[in-house]
């Protein structure tokens, strides 16, 4: 449902989007 924190915005831009992409798949598992 969160793609895209926006109060992790800034960190996940300084991060280069990789916690970005571990964010996302934790979502989808917890949903799945």
Same mark, same amino acid.
């Given at each position: 449902m969160?793609?895209?924190?926006?109060? $992790? =915005?800034?960190?996940?831009? =300084?991060?280069?989007? $990789?916690?970005?992409?571990?964010a996302?798949?934790?979502?989808?598992?917890?949903? =799945?």
């Amino acid at each position: 449902m969160i793609e895209k924190p926006t109060q $992790q =915005d800034p960190m996940l831009l =300084d991060r280069g989007g $990789q916690i970005s992409k571990t964010a996302a798949k934790s979502v989808q598992k917890a949903m =799945d």
